[in-house]
Each structure stands twice: as structure tokens, then as C-alpha cells.
């Protein structure tokens, strides 16, 4: 095999990766912290890709569309979390995964009604949408660098959020003892609430970053939620 | 009381009764949720709107459309199948848009003696050695339109050529059609996982590779349009692209959308195009186009077809809808106004048609739709009606 189809492949496999990545660390911190499986993380995915296309058609720009559905999805997790997950808690793990199914059910039907089963594509800004020349005569789409290049940043900021800030320090202390911690005077309801908007804004963001390659459409967070599953059972959770 | 309540209920299952002989039930099996609902709930507007043109009758029945929805799963269509026959007042099963939902419903209407007329799917085996006389095709079989690309391959001297497909039923038969006809080198070849697969930077990385003078592809629903993106995205927009069943009046407006006019000009193959010029089809393309403000798809056209053949048998047949051998031979003759003109059945049930070569253009309105180019083979039957002993 050549080297610059080796190299290629390897950057697709990064991209893929970085997607990956997105998701799965919102579904982690959600099941890693707050000890409920919600299988209904990639409805959120899907909404964040159908939020970021329609705004992205509304204001003619990509970037805008994402930097205004970033705070949506945020929203809309938390209130999801409000109204629906947070009597779920307390129950076991398979409670947790029928009433979460359920979700999923509930959420594909809404986009259907809302946007229709046609789903949303949305056009890139000219600068991200054709391909770079790399080293090795490797032309590659710039839009895919673009994506291993967040995946990068958000990786930092996880990092940065989780082990130097406060925000950081309270949600490690809910983890490993929710009940000191809130005896500490911690607010762990809105801890939580906090945590599940976060987690459901990184697969937000997922969801639209994919959206331009493959379009918004109903049932795409089914079909990565369960490779994703798969890297938090090979990354440790 | 007692006798009073019995009494009435005697009478309604009367007036039921009555009603049942006075119309025609045709269940309609195709996709209706899911992100594949797109190609159903164009199939459903064109039933719709065929009812409607036919005054919702056929001859003296009325006509009563019972919708099934398939979930774009084989299983769920074979249930969704069994839920229709079983409730014993269905006189003619159509639809399917998928071959492999086909392939596993279609013993369930043939083994009831009910007539079955499949709107878009057309798999190989159900051509050949498994056709059935109770079994009708409106559409095409899967290979010949691929058949005809290969044809138009040769005419514009193409000698090597990548093949992208998804690997289920239809995907091989696409396959297997162009090979069959076209007489350069396939230099490359993936099938992909279907339905799951919608990312193909692996196998674009192959084509770069391989360098072919064309890639040909078939990618059906919601996977065309994500496909045509990444193809672009992916720099590989000066290889020309030929496909199959990938651009259509669904896709197009939302490659429209989404500024991709790479696929301008690129070519396709097909037995109908809403720019025909008969009275059937005029009417359709305009009808359609007030009623829903877009181009109907060919799915849709196919199941528009349906319809008035179906009416044509029903009339044929003096309103005889329940018996199966006068409605077969009614059925047989094809004797109504399809909207892609001439069109006969073979000894499969399979349609002896011509197909053309189509190219995305702009239309007056700014709309982007496809034109007819020429025509690649001229009334064409599928290579597997030889096995058929009908």
C-alpha cells in the first residue's frame, strides 16, 4: 500500500474518531457522573443537527448557525433533564434504559413532525467546503480537518473544565460522593442539570458537525450511539 | 334490548357487506417513517392524487387505499403484509419500494392467491426462476437500468470505471446490470453496509487511488444526497459521476438547497422523466407540482401507474376484482395510459420498455430537475425472463 493512502486513511479514521469523541464524552460524563444510561443521547445529537441546519439556512451562515445553536441545545438539555430525567435517578439501570428508549421514540417523532422526514442539508462557507493539499500529494477534504481540529480544541477545554476549575472540582467530588458533597453545601440538582446540559451540548455539536457531510435526518443518533457505547466500554468510563 | 342491539348489528354487518362488494381494497405497502419515509410519502401524494384523478372509482367500485407502513425493514413488511391478508378484505396487495422487503413479503400475498403489483423494487429472483403468475412488476427490473448506464458508458468511451454500491439485493443487481453491459475495466469495486453506512471517505481515498475515468454509483433515498456531498467534499468533482437511482426530484431540491452544483450536468439513467411528453404524464407532472409544489420523484410516477392499471384490469374484468385469473388476464395486457408512454408486459410480468439517458438541468423556474438526453436501449426486457417458465 502507498504511504499517502495510509495516511489518508488514517486521517479518516481520526475524524471519525473525533466525532466519536464528541459524543462519547457527553454520554461519559452523564453515566459517569450521574449514574443514569440515557440512551436518548443521540436524539439530542439529532436535535442539535436539525437546530444548526435551520439556523444555518435561516442566517446563511455555517458558523453562525452553530455558535447561536450551541446555547439552544445546551437549553434543551437541560429542560430535558428537568422535566424528564431527573425522576428517573433513583431507579435502576434498566428503568433508566426503557424510560430513556422511550425518549428516543418520543424525540424521533417530534423532528418528524417539526421538520418532516426529509431531513436538512445545509451548505458549507466556501472556505471549509473543497479540500487542502497536504505533504505526500494527499488532497484532503478541509472540512474533515476542520472537524479533527474542534474535536482537538474540545478535547483542551474538557481537560482545562475538568481538573483546573471549580465547576471542574464539583463535578469530580459529585462523582466520587454525591452525598458528602452535598452535604458540603453543593447543589447537586443543579450540578447535575448543569452536567447534562454539557454533556448534551458536546453531542450537539456532534450532531452538527456532521450534519454538512451527511445531512440532519431522523434516526441518526441510533446509528452512532451504539459505536459509541463501544468506546466508552474501551475508553473506562 | 337484547334482541334490538342483535338485530342492528345483524344489519350493519349486512350494510358492511354490501359495501365491501361495491369497492375495491388495494393495500399499499411502502415506507412511511424513518428517514426512507421521504420515497413513501412521495408514493402515497401520487396514489392520492390518482385516486383523486380517477374519481376514486374503478368502473362502478370505489376505491378504498389501505396504507401500510414497511419501517424500512423486511420483517416489519412481511408482518405489515400478513396484518393486510389476514384481514381477508384486501382484493390486491401493492407497493414496496425495497427489494429485500419484497423478497420477504412477497410469499405472504402469492401463497393467499391475491394479486401483487410491486411499485418500485424488481429483484432478480422474482424475474427468473422464482417469478409467479399472480405477481406483476410496474416499475422495472433492478438490472436494467444500470444495463442502460452501461450502454451510455460505452457511447462516451469511458474505459475504466470504480463501482460504489450498497451491498443488499437491489445494490448487487445495480452492480451486476452495469457489468453486464459496460465494456471497459471495472478498476475498483466496494459494497457497503446497508443501511448503516453513510460515511465514504474510506472508499473515496480508493478512488483517488485508483484513478478512474468515472465512478459510477447507486445510493437510493436519503444516502444519495449525503453521498454526492462527500463526493464533492472529497475533491473527486473532476471525475465524472454516473449513477443510477441516486439523483432524483427528492434529492435534488435539497442539493438545491445546500448549493451543490456539482450535479449539474452529471448523468443518469431511466425509464421515465418528468419532461416527457404524453397527455398522462403532463397532466401528472403539472398536478403534482400545484398540489405539492415540487417534481414527483419516478417513484412516484410508478405508483401513479399503479393505479390506472389496476383501474384498467377492475374495468376490464366488468368489476370482477375477486377473480384472480380474468383480473391476471386483464392485467397482462397493460392496456392503460402510463405515463412513460408505451409500455407491455414480458412473460415475467416484468415491463418490455425503453430507457434514456437523463441529465440534471436547470428548469425555467430556477428548479433544478432532470432531462431526457436520448434513449440508451430501446424496448428493453430483463436478461432473466429467460428462466421464467410463465
Not at chain 1, 44 to 55: C, P, R, S
Not at chain 1, 87 to 103: N, P, S
Not at chain 1, 179 to 206: P, Q
Not at chain 2, 370 to 382: M, R
Request: glycine share 8%.
Amino acid at each position: 500500500m502507498d504511504i499517502n493512502i495510509f495516511v489518508e486513511q488514517l486521517l479518516n479514521g481520526f475524524q471519525l474518531g473525533m466525532l466519536l469523541f464528541l459524543f462519547a464524552a457527553g454520554l461519559t460524563l452523564v453515566f459517569g457522573i450521574m449514574d443514569l444510561v440515557n440512551l436518548a443521547h443521540g436524539s439530542i445529537y439529532m436535535v442539535g443537527a436539525f437546530t444548526a441546519a435551520t439556523l444555518t439556512l435561516w442566517l446563511d451562515s455555517f458558523i453562525l448557525g452553530i455558535i447561536f445553536a450551541l446555547p439552544l441545545t445546551l437549553l434543551f438539555g437541560m429542560v430535558l433533564e428537568f422535566i424528564a430525567l431527573r425522576t428517573i435517578y433513583a431507579r435502576d439501570h434498566m428503568d433508566q434504559v426503557l424510560a430513556t428508549f422511550g425518549l428516543i421514540l418520543f424525540l424521533n417523532e417530534l423532528v418528524r413532525i417539526i421538520w418532516g422526514p426529509a431531513g436538512l442539508a445545509i451548505p458549507l462557507p466556501i472556505l471549509l467546503d473543497g479540500s487542502i493539499n497536504l505533504p505526500l500529494g494527499i488532497v484532503y477534504p478541509t472540512y474533515r480537518l476542520f472537524i479533527i481540529l474542534i474535536g482537538v480544541l474540545v478535547a483542551i477545554g474538557l481537560y482545562w473544565l475538568v481538573a483546573k476549575t471549580r465547576l471542574g472540582m464539583l463535578i469530580r467530588a459529585g462523582a466520587s460522593n454525591r452525598v458528602m458533597a452535598s452535604a458540603l453545601g453543593v447543589n447537586i440538582r443543579l450540578l447535575f442539570t448543569a452536567v447534562f446540559g454539557l454533556g448534551a451540548m458536546l453531542a450537539g455539536l456532534a450532531g452538527m458537525l456532521i450534519a454538512p457531510i451527511n445531512q440532519a435526518q431522523i434516526g441518526m443518533g441510533e446509528e452512532i450511539l451504539i459505536l459509541a457505547f463501544v468506546v466508552i466500554v474501551i475508553g473506562g468510563i | 334490548m337484547i334482541k334490538k342491539i342483535l338485530s342492528a348489528t345483524a344489519i350493519l354487518a349486512m350494510a358492511s357487506s354490501v359495501a365491501y362488494a361495491k369497492s375495491i381494497n388495494i393495500g399499499f405497502v411502502t415506507t412511511l417513517t424513518t428517514g426512507a419515509a421521504i420515497i413513501g410519502v412521495d408514493q402515497k401524494k401520487a396514489v392520492d392524487l390518482a385516486v383523486e384523478h380517477i374519481g376514486g372509482k374503478m368502473g362502478a367500485l370505489d376505491v378504498n387505499i389501505i396504507y401500510e407502513d414497511d419501517e424500512f425493514n423486511p420483517q416489519k413488511g412481511k408482518q405489515k403484509t400478513e396484518k393486510l391478508i389476514k384481514s381477508g378484505d384486501v382484493d390486491i396487495v401493492a407497493g414496496y419500494i425495497w427489494s429485500h422487503v419484497l423478497l420477504a413479503s412477497a410469499p405472504v400475498v402469492l401463497n393467499a392467491n391475491k394479486i401483487l403489483i410491486s411499485a418500485n423494487a424488481g429483484p432478480s429472483p422474482l424475474a427468473g426462476k422464482n417469478c409467479h403468475k399472480n405477481f406483476f412488476n410496474i416499475s422495472w427490473q433492478n438490472d436494467q437500468t444500470p444495463m442502460a448506464l452501461g450502454e451510455v458508458l460505452n457511447q462516451r468511451a469511458i474505459k475504466s470505471l470504480y463501482v460504489l454500491a450498497p451491498n443488499y439485493a437491489a445494490g448487487k443487481d445495480m452492480v451486476a446490470g452495469v457489468e453486464r453491459t459496460f465494456k471497459g475495466k471495472v478498476v475498483g469495486k466496494d459494497m457497503t453496509t446497508w443501511p448503516t453506512q453513510i460515511d465514504w471517505s474510506a472508499e473515496f481515498t480508493k478512488v483517488k487511488a485508483a484513478k478512474p475515468d468515472a465512478v459510477f454509483t447507486f445510493y437510493p433515498g436519503k444516502h444519495g444526497a449525503a453521498f454526492l456531498k462527500q463526493y464533492a467534499q472529497a475533491g473527486l468533482s473532476s471525475t465524472p459521476l454516473y449513477s443510477v437511482y441516486t439523483l432524483d426530484s427528492l434529492s435534488l431540491p435539497r442539493l438545491q438547497q445546500a448549493k451543490m452544483t456539482g450535479v449539474l450536468g452529471t448523468t443518469m439513467t431511466q425509464f421515465w422523466s418528468p419532461d416527457m411528453d404524453n397527455p398522462q404524464n403532463k397532466r401528472f407532472v403539472a398536478d403534482f407540482k400545484k398540489k405539492h409544489g415540487s417534481y414527483p420523484s419516478f417513484y412516484a410516477a410508478q405508483a401513479y401507474d399503479s393505479i390506472f392499471l389496476i383501474k384498467s384490469a377492475v374495468e376490464a374484468t366488468g368489476g370482477k376484482v375477486g377473480d384472480v385469473d380474468a383480473m391476471r388476464a386483464a392485467l397482462e395486457k397493460a392496456d392503460f395510459a402510463s405515463v412513460r408512454g408505451k409500455v407491455r408486459f414480458g412473460n415475467n410480468h416484468f415491463p418490455i420498455q425503453n430507457f434514456y439517458s437523463r441529465e440534471v438541468v436547470v428548469d425555467s423556474n430556477g428548479k433544478w430537475t432532470t432531462k431526457i438526453t436520448g434513449v440508451a436501449l430501446k424496448d428493453h426486457q430483463d436478461v432473466y425472463a429467460k428462466d421464467c417458465n410463465l
